[in-house]
């Protein structure tokens, strides 16, 4: 069992930053990939981010790439999710996922999070 504890959202204006923080207990940190996703009112679930154990390969949706960095320090078991230029389409509900590998499906992760609300007002 892992558990994640996602910390870092609120309320930020058009193009402005936040950095999203997630804190895993329970198995080895370092066993795992860590995804976040993202789900705003009305919408279905979506990618956003992944990183494999090790940190040495990332992925991005298209929507985030160039403006958001998936990142993990393995010593402190939190994976991060620094987000610049976010946009108002930006807010929902983003939740830290871990798996065994870092795929863009969420079916693919076995442990989640609660969620941290982002809102982003334009």
């Known amino acids: 069992q892992v558990q994640l504890v996602e910390s870092g959202g609120g309320l930020v204006q058009a193009g402005g930053s936040l950095r999203l923080s997630c804190a895993a207990s329970g198995r080895p940190f370092s066993s795992y990939a860590m995804g976040w996703f993202r789900q705003a009112p009305g919408k279905e679930r979506e990618f956003v981010a992944a990183?494999?154990?090790?940190?040495?390969?990332?992925y991005y949706a298209d929507s985030v790439k160039g403006r958001f960095t998936i990142s993990r320090d393995n010593a402190k078991n939190t994976a991060y999710l620094p987000m610049n230029s976010l946009k108002p389409e930006g807010t929902a509900v983003y939740y830290c996922?871990?798996?065994?590998?870092?795929?863009?499906?969420?079916?693919?992760?076995?442990?989640w999070g609660q969620g941290t609300q982002v809102t982003v007002s334009s």
């Open positions: 996922a871990a798996g065994t590998v870092p795929l863009r499906l969420g079916s693919a992760y076995a442990y």
């Open positions: 990183i494999d154990w090790s940190g040495g390969s990332t």
